[in-house]
């Protein structure tokens, strides 16, 4: 009988999906983990051939820098544009 045994997954690859989705919800605490755990997990697959999750790491990865990115121009816009609108509703 053939020894079946599920495919080992990158636990950081794992958790950096995770991060980047909770990242929606709570934005920079979860994009910035995402992030670090997706380079962590890409390390972690490409030293170790027989460890999987490289699209799960390249997915947390996408979507923590596309929300890290959001926030920032977000914070951008909040800090300069925003208070001129301001005065000029005063």
């Known amino acids: 009988m053939e020894n ?4 080992h997954i990158s ?5 950096s ?8 919800i709570c934005g920079i605490f979860g994009a910035i983990p995402a992030i670090i755990l997706g380079h962590k997990g890409l390390f972690e697959i490409k030293t170790n051939p ?3 999750g490289r699209e799960m790491a390249i997915a947390g990865l996408i979507i ?6 959001f ?16 005065d000029q509703m005063d």
């Open 64 to 69: 923590g820098y596309s929300m890290l990115i």
């Open 17 to 24: 999906l995770v991060c980047a989705c909770l990242s929606l």
């Open 71 to 86: 926030l920032l121009l977000l914070a951008a816009f909040f800090l300069t544009v925003f208070p001129k609108l301001m």
């Open 11 to 15: 636990k950081f690859a794992k958790w």
């Open 4 to 7: 079946l045994r599920e495919p």
């Open 50 to 52: 027989a460890m999987q």
